[in-house]
């Protein structure tokens, strides 16, 4: 029995320490309350090409609307180095559960909605599987452009869990390019 106890003990550790914690997902979450504009505000990954272009980023806007079907439509608004705004759309399809979403287009196995007070902030999960490498993001979306700490409280505390480290993170700043993207 002690040894059953102790191999129980050793596999949860070993799945903690290697990033496959479990990732909540937003109890009750409201599709219609979590519409509307965000800007990711900060990222955090272990994506290659994520970390190699971070400090050049600038925070997106996106525009999130609630389908009848349960999926959520996004348009995104991308500042460029040029200064002008790229726009791109994507549709998450709504998973198991609700607050769980994928989109089979951009490679997102597995997207959750974490936590949000639906007002100020919202922190979301991403996985991505490209060419056999799996990836996780979180991102934390703000109502307004500016980091709201409640958010970013929660993400600090899911990272570490996660495999991710404070390295792997950017706070991205505010631009003015995407601003008016889909007013």
């Not at 979450?29 to 955090?44: L, S």
Request: hydrophobic residues 45%; charged residues 15%.
């Amino acid at each position: 029995m002690l040894q059953v106890l102790l191999l129980g003990c050793i596999l949860a550790l070993l799945r903690a320490s290697s990033g496959q914690a479990q990732v909540p997902i937003q109890a009750n979450f409201d599709a219609n309350q979590f519409q509307g504009t965000w800007y990711v505000v900060g990222v955090v990954s272990d994506d290659q090409g994520f970390l190699d272009s971070k400090d050049d980023m600038k925070m997106p806007v996106v525009l999130v609307t609630s389908l009848a079907n349960g999926d959520l439509a996004l348009k995104f608004g991308y500042s460029t180095p040029d200064g002008s705004c790229q726009k791109v759309d994507a549709t998450l399809s709504k998973g198991a559960m609700d607050g769980q979403f994928s989109n089979a287009a951009m490679a997102q196995t597995n997207v959750r909605v974490v936590s949000t007070d639906y007002e100020h902030f919202a922190v979301v999960y991403l996985e991505t599987q490209k060419e056999g490498v799996r990836n996780v993001w979180l991102q934390l979306y703000a109502r307004a452009p500016e980091l709201f700490p409640e958010g970013a409280q929660k993400m600090q505390q899911l990272a570490p869990l996660l495999g991710l480290n404070p390295s792997q993170g950017a706070l991205l700043p505010k631009s003015d390019q995407c601003a008016g993207a889909f007013s």
